[in-house]
Structures are given as structure tokens and as C-alpha cells.
């Protein structure tokens, strides 16, 4: 069965930095646009940042651009996204998703797999 395993959560003072991965097995990697979430205690799911499956095209949330960068490697099947500049309004349980041979990928209902998710904690 498909598995998104994610890891490199944690705790970290603002302005820090912290990389996330996600690992997924029983799926064809590379059909699909991969994709990060977060969730806020008391908030909505909302998207973070996603990578085609196609051409590698990049596509971030406003909150997050220019801070954080979202990547892939196919020969390991896996993605990454690397947050700098972390504010505590970057704390949320971080997710990511798999979407089958999807262009836009930017909202919820569009992915078809999720991890379990891993916990950012940014401390002012």
C-alpha cells in the first residue's frame, strides 16, 4: 500500500532553519506532483508549497515564498522542503501529499495520499 512517511520536525527559535522529508514507497514516484500542508491548532489545513511531477515546476503559498524551497528526488523517492527564516507563525503539524499526474496541485481535494504528518515548533 502507498506510504508518505515524513521526518525532521522539531522545535526552533525564529529565524532558524529546519528541512523536512517525506518518504514514499508503493506509488510510481515520479507520476506524481508532490505537495506540503500545515496545520495550525484551531485552523484549516491550508497549502504550503507542491513540485510537478512533469517538470519539476515549483509553486509556494505567499506565507512561504522566498523562505522556504520545496524538492525532489526521484532516484529516492522522496521530497524535501527546506524552511529558513522560520517565524512562530510557521508552527503547525506539517504534511505532505501525493497527487497523481496533477498540473495546478494546490488544493486539498487534488491529492489523493497523506502522510501523518510531523510537528514544526517555532519559539520566539
Given at each position: 500500500?502507498v506510504?508518505?512517511?515524513?521526518?525532521?520536525?522539531?522545535?526552533v527559535?525564529?529565524?532558524?532553519?529546519?528541512?523536512?522529508?517525506?518518504?514514499?514507497?508503493?506509488?510510481?514516484?515520479?507520476?506524481?506532483?508532490?505537495?506540503?500542508?500545515?496545520?495550525?491548532?484551531?485552523?484549516?489545513r491550508?497549502?504550503?508549497?507542491?513540485?510537478?511531477?512533469?517538470?519539476?515546476?515549483?509553486?509556494y503559498?505567499?506565507s512561504?515564498k522566498?523562505?522556504?524551497t520545496?524538492?525532489?528526488?526521484?532516484a529516492?523517492?522522496?521530497?524535501?522542503l527546506?524552511?529558513n527564516?522560520?517565524?512562530p507563525?510557521?508552527t503547525?503539524?506539517?504534511?505532505?501529499?501525493?497527487?497523481?499526474?496533477?498540473?495546478?496541485a494546490?488544493?486539498?481535494?487534488?491529492?489523493?495520499?497523506?502522510?501523518?504528518?510531523?510537528?514544526?515548533?517555532?519559539?520566539?
Open positions: 500500500q506510504q508518505l512517511v515524513e521526518s525532521g520536525g522539531g522545535l527559535q525564529a529565524g532558524g532553519s529546519l528541512r523536512l522529508s517525506c518518504a514514499a514507497s508503493g506509488l510510481t514516484f515520479s507520476t506524481y506532483t508532490m505537495g506540503w500542508f500545515r496545520q495550525a491548532p484551531g485552523k484549516e491550508e497549502f504550503v508549497a507542491r513540485i510537478r511531477w512533469s517538470d519539476g515546476h515549483t509553486y503559498a505567499d512561504v522566498g523562505r522556504f520545496i524538492s525532489r528526488d526521484n529516492k523517492n522522496t521530497v524535501y527546506q524552511m527564516s522560520l517565524k507563525e510557521d503547525a503539524v506539517y504534511y505532505c501529499a501525493a497527487a497523481y499526474q496533477k498540473v495546478i494546490t488544493m486539498r481535494r487534488e491529492y489523493d495520499y497523506w502522510g501523518q504528518g510531523t510537528q514544526v515548533t517555532v519559539s520566539s
